[in-house]
């Protein structure tokens, strides 16, 4: 159960225009209400009848009601041409994520006497929008009937939890990142201008805490629940209490230190010095926290686990964290995808990491020792991974990263897990990414993103470019098509 995240209760606005007939505002706002009710089972939304919001008293009632009802998110519906000053001042004085639609005309007989001119309205208020500094989600065409309009609210739902859960959200790091890991580097300075919390540890810290709850009394049933996930894939039993110790620490640390956030991404040390002193490796356990919506991102990925966070928000399920990782070797390619799935060669990769997704994610889990590790240490301080290839299904690949010079980048792109055996180890799966070659070169190379990319399970591409576009990302990449070049490709080599 996801329960790491926000709950959206979205407070459904109308606004009017004083010389426009308040009734088409009533009315085009209760079938607003009334679509959505019919089209989703969820409690979601709330209407707000209390007034039309012609001014700025009928601006303040609103607000005051919508605190009353403990509305989080707000959506301003113009039934008709609306105030542009009020409405933008609703959306200006509302504590959280705020989206604009507006009304299309109904039928011929309405043209007569009773247009609504919310199609010229949408553009004074996205003016008067920007004249106030104020940000707003504004669909990619705002403006439709009660149905349309309806499902316009619905797509605005995971946009504002992830909106929602950044500002409420605390990064807790242990340890600085590993040696020749500068690709992990975070600078502070977006997180905080994204309202997010850092609250950065020491190992030695963590390991404290760690032999502080040695014999703790609710180590028995955490292995237990670990056993019963585990199943025919429990081969390193031996291990289980110290990574129930080891998990009952970081939840309780958790809980110890959210401070004034209500909600927890983790960024965890994971190697060199870990194994042989903790005595396993965290993946088993990075993997059960990031089942239950606490994403734990490795090698003291803070913007990793940022990632995986707005991840959770959106598609309110487990995601995980790879590198992006190998080729697919040819002959994987010609025997098991050429003439099966509709990708080239160069479409085709692997995501890889050594233990860290979650077990109802994988194909037939195991418990196994990490094979990487065990190179240069003693197998028995190397066991604590889970392993498994990676269901197949639809993916989207993302990341938001700050630069070193402290600029937001992003990139985002669908595609997905393939039914192919990966024939390797680790937390792995073959995927395919329409253009990824292209994408990878000028994308992921040319603007510096590391090696790490988030994975949700599913094709959430559309809510995370609007969360990116509304934190004011400056450049969000994507896998462009085959006819349309990017800025930094030699037209000469196609």
């Known amino acids: 159960m996801i329960n790491n995240i926000p709950n959206v209760k979205i407070g459904i606005v109308a606004v009017s225009r004083d010389c426009f007939p308040e009734s088409l505002a009533v009315n085009r706002r209760k079938a607003l209400v009334q679509a959505y009710k019919e089209k989703y089972a969820d409690n979601a939304i ?42 933008t001042m609703l959306a200006q004085n509302f504590n959280g994520p705020v989206m604009f639609c507006a009304a299309a005309e109904e039928d011929i007989s309405v043209l007569a006497d009773n247009r609504g001119d919310a199609y010229c309205g949408m553009l004074n208020a996205s003016y008067n929008l920007k004249l106030r500094n104020v940000k707003a989600y504004i669909p990619e065409y705002p403006v439709g009937d009660s149905s349309y309009c309806a499902d316009l609210v619905h797509d605005f739902i ?110 965890s040390k994971c190697w060199p ?128 990263q700050s630069t070193s010079d402290n600029h937001l980048y992003a990139y985002v792109a669908e595609g997905e897990v393939l039914p192919v055996a990966s024939h390797s180890f680790g937390s792995i799966g073959v995927f395919g990414i329409k253009e990824m070659a292209r994408f990878y070169r000028h994308v992921l190379i040319e603007n510096g993103f590391p090696h790490h990319g988030a994975v949700a399970f599913g094709h959430y591409a559309k809510y995370l470019y609007e969360v990116f576009k509304y934190l004011g990302v400056e450049k969000i990449g994507y896998n462009k098509s085959e006819k349309d070049l990017y800025e930094s490709e030699n037209p000469f080599c196609r």
């Open 46 to 87: 709330y209407e707000c009848p209390i007034c039309i919001v012609e001014s700025e008293i009928h601006m303040q009632q609103a607000l005051a009601d919508l605190l009353e009802h403990n509305c989080n998110a707000l959506c301003v519906y113009l039934g008709n041409f609306g105030p542009e000053i009020s409405e």
């Open 158 to 267: 995971p946009i504002a939890r992830t909106l929602i859960g950044l500002k409420n959200l605390k990064i807790i790091s242990f340890g600085p990142r590993p040696q020749n890991f500068f690709a992990c580097n975070a600078p502070i300075k977006q997180l905080y201008n994204l309202g997010v919390e850092i609250e950065e540890n020491s190992e030695l810290d963590l390991f404290e805490s760690f032999k502080n709850h040695e014999g703790d009394s609710r180590i028995p049933s955490v292995v237990e629940d670990m056993a019963k996930e585990l199943g025919k894939g429990n081969q390193k039993a031996q291990i289980l209490p110290k990574l129930a110790q080891f998990e009952l620490t970081l939840l309780d640390w958790v809980e110890k230190h959210k401070g004034s956030k209500k909600y927890v991404a983790i960024a």
């Open 273 to 400: 010095a870990f194994q042989t002193q903790f005595g396993f490796v965290p993946c088993y356990v990075n993997s059960r926290l990031t089942g239950m919506g606490i994403p734990v991102s490795c090698e003291v990925d803070i913007y990793g686990a940022l990632s995986e966070y707005i991840g959770t928000c959106i598609s309110g399920d487990v995601v995980t964290l790879l590198d992006i990782n190998n080729t697919v070797p040819q002959e994987l390619y010609d025997t098991d995808i050429a003439n099966k799935f509709n990708y080239k060669f160069t479409d085709t990769f692997m995501g890889f990491h050594c233990g860290n997704t979650c077990s109802r994610l994988l194909k037939n889990p195991v418990m196994r020792n990490q094979k990487i590790m065990a190179r240069s240490l003693p197998e028995e301080v190397t066991n604590g991974t889970i392993e498994g290839d990676i269901k197949p299904g639809e993916i989207t690949f993302y990341r938001l």
